[in-house]
């Protein structure tokens, strides 16, 4: 099995919480969550268009994402900060290190400037937790 993420959903999904579009988003979002937590080595693969989460998430339409200039917008954003190109296989693992090292909470700000669910403070309150912690192979 593998998941595929959007570059910026590696650190949505840091920050999640059991929120979301609607239900049906919601449970989809909490078994990528669960999966990860629970096998933090699963291979997860960067993609440029609907994903592992994206599948459930009403905005989602048969031509992509109802919001794909914006998205596009964060997904390059947290490309260039993670090191992240399309086709790169990472585990959660993997991505939590990447997110301690190279995502400074400058770089949220402005990253993630535009995103609907900032102002909510889940990212930054997860990757403050984050870049906090002692153990950089941590998977909490």
């Known amino acids: 099995m593998t998941l595929s993420f ?6 949505c999904t840091l920050g999640f919480q059991g929120k979301g ?11 990528v969550a669960s999966t990860l937590r629970h096998t933090p ?8 268009t609907h994903d592992s989460i994206c599948r459930a998430c009403p905005h989602q339409k048969t031509t992509g994402c109802a919001q794909e200039d914006k998205i596009h917008l ?4 947290h490309s260039q900060i993670l090191g992240l190109k399309i086709g790169d296989v ?6 939590r290190v990447r997110l301690k090292q190279h995502m400074t ?3 949220f700000h ?16 997860a990757l403050q937790s ?3 912690e002692d153990d950089e192979t941590s998977v909490a």
């Open 110 to 125: 402005q990253a993630c400037a535009t995103c609907a669910w900032k102002p909510l403070g889940l990212c930054e309150h």
């Open 74 to 77: 964060l997904d390059q954003a």
């Open 21 to 31: 579009y609607s239900p049906y988003f919601i449970d989809n979002y909490e078994d």
């Open 6 to 11: 959007r570059p910026h959903h590696f650190l």
């Open 90 to 95: 990472l585990s959660w693992r993997q991505a």
């Open 130 to 132: 984050l870049r906090d």
């Open 41 to 48: 080595d699963l291979p997860i693969q960067v993609v440029s």
């Open 105 to 107: 909470l400058e770089a």
